[in-house]
């Protein structure tokens, strides 16, 4: 059991209890190994480290690049957010096993004990997870333009890749709709870019969002400037989204965005190029003045359930180069003396997407908000970076400066890489509820799954993984799901 370690801890509430420590393999995060397989069935750091460039010299690394992304990947999944967790769960067994290169029970051995037959050719064998300086530098050596490419078609790669590979065949779906959104992320410091927005009262940085609300996969993200409007950088990021998704995704893909979007330039790009889209528009008082003749009840008592009207109309803004369909939907609310109501502006005809149809696609825009809730509220993108020049080291000045990162860029890095995990976790969401043919969320699912005790045991060059049984009755079930996530690289 090993040496226990003396303990001056004591409860005086029960005077029986006593604590003890022993070295023994212990870990409250078995679900890290359940995270790389997930991982390693999707194949998405391998393309990523493909794809990336590595600016370090490649004759003094310890730790790969691959090493790297899967730390900085998996430990917000487990809810660990700052990169000086890694230091606390530098020894874990989990997390070793989960990120390591090496395989049979090596990452658990110190290198002197590894032995050069099992670890490969590698310069030097790492003992633990990476610190949290190396990851910062990781984060700073993504931040070229390049790079950051990279990691923005990673997540759209990654979402193909969990969409097709749960499909026959690995076909592409005939239609899915993308919803595009703001994404406000408040900031508390002086973060390059961050600004105080008016319209959120607070400090905070604007990014820009995309996914699927059908499957619940995200697509892509960019971060912005707190202060810019809903639509800024819109056109170019839908449209080279769009050409993407239907190259590599669906056949037809539509859009789906909020009262902030419909500006003239974005409407009529996607009419030149037969996308079809919804979205709500802003009441104003030439829309006030159109609806008035149609907020009338009917003739007749009213029933038990809520009521609700559509009407068909045409409406041209100050900025727009020509009229458009929109629709008036009128609602009736129980205990309120009048009617509430809203307008949809649409390219669907009324032939091809009547009022009550074009209503019911656009409200599944609110599964968009809910995942995109789950991304800022369960992986928590804490955007904190931000210039920091040394005035003094050891009371003295410094003899020389490095140069500064670029903090925007960094905090860049750091919500793609954000936005991987998500998606890592929602895979891994997706299976559990193929498994249980029920709905979860991501923070069930680490509770439920991820994070249980454990304890890990040598034998031989095995790993046994002991948890609790309703621990393992739950990863039992993930067997058969797992298998049809497999992609074919």
């Known amino acids: 059991m090993g040496e ?36 390693e069935r999707v194949g998405i ?15 003094k690394i ?24 890694a ?8 997390f070793r096993l989960a990120v390591s290169e090496r395989r049979g029970s090596s990452p658990l051995l110190p290198p002197q004990m590894c032995g050069g037959g099992c670890c490969g050719e590698e310069p030097q064998i790492p003992d633990g997870l990476a610190s949290q300086p190396t990851l910062s530098r990781l984060t700073a050596a993504l931040t070229g333009e390049k790079n950051q490419a990279v990691l923005q078609e990673g997540l759209r790669e990654l979402a193909k890749r969990r969409i097709r590979s749960m ?5 592409r779906p005939r239609y899915l709709t993308i919803d595009v959104d703001s994404l406000p992320i408040e900031v508390h410091g002086h973060q390059p870019g961050s600004a105080y927005n008016g319209y959120y009262h607070q400090t905070m940085y604007h990014p820009i969002v995309a996914s699927f609300a059908e499957t619940g996969d995200l697509l892509d993200a960019r971060l912005r400037e707190g202060n810019c409007h809903t639509a800024n950088g819109a056109l170019s990021f839908v449209i080279n989204l769009l050409d993407w998704t239907e190259k590599n995704i669906c056949q037809v893909a539509s859009i789906r965005f909020d009262a902030g979007f419909p500006e003239d330039i974005l409407l009529s790009a996607l009419e030149d190029r037969r996308t079809d889209y919804v979205a709500r528009i802003k009441n104003n008082a030439v829309l006030d003045r159109m609806a008035e003749p149609f907020l009338v009840r009917p003739v007749g008592r009213p029933t038990n359930e809520p009521r609700m009207w559509f009407h068909e109309l045409v409406y041209q803004a100050e900025e727009w180069i020509k009229p458009r369909r929109v629709v008036l939907v009128v609602q ?5 003396l009048h009617l509430h109501y809203f307008w949809l502006l649409t390219s669907w005809s009324a032939a091809d997407m009547p009022g009550a149809a074009l209503l019911e696609l656009y409200r599944v825009r609110g599964c968009a ?5 789950e991304l800022v ?33 960094c905090n860049s890095v750091v919500l793609l890489l954000r936005c991987l995990s998500y998606n890592l976790s929602h895979c891994l969401r997706v299976v559990v509820e193929g498994a249980t043919d029920e709905g979860w969320s991501l923070k069930r699912v680490r509770e439920r799954i991820l994070k249980v005790a454990a304890r890990f045991l040598l034998h031989g060059r095995r790993v046994i993984v002991v948890v609790r049984e309703e621990a393992i009755a739950l990863w039992n079930l993930l067997a058969a799901p797992l298998a049809r996530l497999t992609w074919e690289h």
Not at 6 to 13: H, I, K, Q, W
Not at 45 to 59: G, I, M
Not at 379 to 386: A, D, E, F, H, Q
Request: charged share 35%; aromatic share 6%.
């Open 45 to 59: 750091v391998p393309w990523l480290v493909e794809h990336l460039h590595d600016p370090r010299d490649q004759d």
């Open 167 to 171: 499909r026959p065949g690995h076909h």
């Open 332 to 336: 009736e609310r129980p205990g309120e």
């Open 377 to 409: 509220n369960e992986l928590l993108p804490n955007l904190s970076s931000s210039p920091r020049p040394k005035s003094h080291y050891r009371g003295d000045k410094p003899k020389r400066r490095s140069a500064s990162v670029d903090s925007f860029a």
């Open 4 to 39: 226990v370690k003396d303990t001056r801890f004591r409860f005086e509430f029960n005077k029986s209890i006593r604590v003890e420590g022993r070295p023994e393999r212990l870990s409250c995060d078995p679900g890290a190994v359940l995270m790389r397989e997930v991982e």
């Open 369 to 373: 908000e809910g995942y995109m809730g």
């Open 87 to 94: 230091d606390v769960k530098r020894d874990d067994p989990a």
């Open 62 to 85: 310890t730790h790969p690049l691959s090493e790297l992304l899967r730390t900085a990947l998996f430990l917000p999944a487990l809810a660990l957010f700052d990169e000086d967790d």
